[in-house]
């Protein structure tokens, strides 16, 4: 009699647990899905449910806070959807708040994601209607991408003609001769040298003009001297003077050479051949007169009277050397 | 010939059944009620089978979650896997392993005790003496396999479903928190109830079964282990028949 007490006390225990359990699994999952305790209704008139159905969850900010309760069909572009949301969400909720149909992961079932709105406004009440926001459907992206993938088709094919006519071209023969690469390697190298050379030049000049500055070698003594200026300035108004004199001498020589180039002028004298002959002539008879007058010379050097002065000449000039 | 004679057999064994299952009906609604010898039965059926059952359902789980995960992980979605699991193991695995364990545990017990009790002519002495050997064998073992099945799958479940997060916790670490909320989250009545409905079904199958081979069982103790056998092997095959039509029933009020 002990035993079979004994016996229905774990049978008790066992049938028990077995109840817990499944009252337990009931309870979970009706509390996932709003079923019990109060909560408050909302609603959401959509154009597209997207595969949305009743019982499917709602989220606030990323948090289960709801599920899909009913859908009506308004009319022939209007669904209503009715939310059955956990009341611990209402003091958050706000008027303004926006709701959408997303998706649970990537591929997973469609949910109602309700976000709000960076605005004052009031709180959201029961039976309230959420206004919705407007996303890029997967239809519509799939439009966008096929008008893009029918530019990037007229892309390709110019980016195919292009290529063939740059095969075809000398540039093509260019890149594929074999010199090339030595001639840039080699081109490269000379500009390194240049480069350097233009690095040493730079540092030579920055010497130069940082002695300049100091007043060192000739332009900076120029640059630095005070009393340059004043000297350069004096110079430049003699300059001027003498400029202004050497313009009126121009002018007087312009003067003389149109007296030169008159028609009485010495120039039209030289260009007269009589005259030119007669100038001979007078060249002729001044070279005898001069050969007469050495031999009247030679004569009086061997002079009595005359002879001592050309020979003290003679010494006084051998001196000399 | 011999194809009339099997048909004549199988409708023979149909109707037998029926009959059987029939007589259930009419006997059990009637007092006096055998309460002491339904509550041993439960104990015996349910309680003593706890052991086996739940072993079974643990290493269920585990297992279960050992062979899902590596393709789970190969397309990427490995942290969808307490809820495969949970549904796994609620909706199907759970009832029709839990029953065919049962069905070869107490289907085989119960179609040995009552066949060896007919052979050794137990059950017409019964009959002699005034008590219903029917009422009192059949009626008591049946009520309490359909009742206790139910429990047993719902503990084989939970027992299941905590072997599936050891399973999940072998290769990676999931608090225990965040593997039953992601399981709950999933569920839906749609998944428990049709689910804990059949089990209802299946244990009323495996005691008629056992119940209807022991208590028909004939040719000597050779036939106790033909009967037990029988039993086992017929009353597996109805908890899958059983699990077709409920998938198909279930389908049709849209809980799938």
Redesign the interface.
């Known amino acids: 009699m002990n035993n079979q007490g004994e016996n229905n006390i774990k049978l008790g225990v066992f049938v028990l647990t077995g109840l817990f359990v499944l009252i337990l699994s009931f309870y979970l999952i009706g509390k996932n899905r709003n079923l019990f305790g109060s909560g408050f209704t909302l609603r959401v008139r959509f154009q597209n449910l997207n595969g949305l159905m009743e019982g499917g969850n709602v989220l606030y900010a990323g948090i289960q806070a709801g599920t899909v309760d009913e859908i009506n069909i308004i009319n022939d572009t209007t669904m209503e959807v009715t939310l059955l949301m956990d009341k611990k969400f209402k003091p958050y909720i706000r008027k303004n708040a926006l709701a959408v149909i997303g998706t649970e992961g990537l591929m997973g079932e469609k949910v109602v994601n309700i976000s709000a709105v960076n605005k004052k406004a009031a709180l959201i009440e029961n039976g309230d209607q959420l206004a919705v926001k407007r996303v890029i459907g997967t239809d519509e992206m799939l439009q966008t991408l096929s008008q893009t993938n029918n530019n990037f088709a007229v892309v390709s094919g110019a980016l195919k003609t292009t290529v063939a006519k740059i095969n075809d071209s000398k540039i093509w023969d260019v890149l594929n001769d074999s010199s090339t690469a030595s001639n840039i390697r080699a081109s490269l190298n000379n500009i390194t040298k240049t480069t350097a050379n233009a690095r040493e030049m730079t540092r030579n000049l920055d010497q130069l003009i940082t002695q300049t500055k100091r007043g060192k070698g000739a332009a900076g003594l120029l640059l630095s001297d005070t009393g340059f200026a004043a000297d350069l300035k004096t110079t430049m108004v003699h300059v001027k003077a003498t400029s202004t004199e050497v313009n009126r001498l121009a002018v007087q020589l312009n003067q003389v050479v149109q007296n030169v180039n008159a028609d009485n002028g010495v120039l039209k004298l030289l260009n007269d051949t009589s005259a030119a002959a007669n100038v001979r002539k007078s060249l002729e008879n001044i070279q005898k007169g001069t050969d007469g007058f050495n031999q009247n010379m030679e004569a009086l050097k061997h002079n009595f009277l005359l002879r001592g002065y050309f020979k003290k000449q003679e010494k006084l000039q051998k001196a000399r050397q | 010939m011999a194809t009339s004679t099997k048909t004549r057999e199988f409708l023979n064994e149909t109707g037998g059944i029926a009959r059987f299952t029939g007589q259930l009906f009419s006997v059990t609604s009637k007092p006096p009620y055998e309460v002491?010898e339904f509550?041993?039965q439960?104990?015996s059926i349910?309680?003593r089978s706890?052991s086996l059952i739940g072993l079974t359902g643990f290493i269920m789980g585990l297992v279960l979650t050992m062979q899902l995960r590596p393709s789970l992980v190969y397309y990427g979605v490995e942290s969808k896997l307490p809820m495969m699991v949970g549904i796994a193991i609620?909706r199907e695995i759970g009832p029709v392993i839990t029953a065919l364990i049962f069905a070869g545990k107490i289907g085989s017990s119960i179609g040995a005790e009552l066949g060896s009790m007919k052979v050794t002519e137990q059950i017409d002495a019964m009959e002699v003496s005034g008590t219903n050997p029917y009422k009192y064998l059949v009626a008591t073992r049946v009520l309490a396999a359909t009742l206790m099945l139910?429990?047993?799958t719902?503990?084989s479940?939970?027992i299941g479903l905590f072997g599936a997060y050891i399973g999940v916790n072998i290769k990676a670490v999931t608090s225990f928190r965040l593997f039953?909320t992601q399981i709950?989250?999933n569920?839906?009545?749609g998944d428990?109830t049709p689910a804990?409905i059949k089990t209802f079904l299946f244990g009323f199958a495996v005691g008629m079964v056992g119940c209807y081979k022991g208590y028909n069982s004939n040719k000597g103790t050779r036939g106790v282990g033909s009967s037990a056998n029988s039993a086992v092997v017929l009353s597996s095959v109805i908890i899958f028949i059983i699990d077709l039509l409920v998938v198909q029933v279930t389908d049709l009020l849209g809980l799938n």
Do not use: E, K, M, W
């Open positions: 002491r509550l041993s439960c104990y349910g309680y706890f609620v139910p429990i047993l719902v503990l479940d939970a039953f709950f989250q569920l839906q009545y428990l804990f």
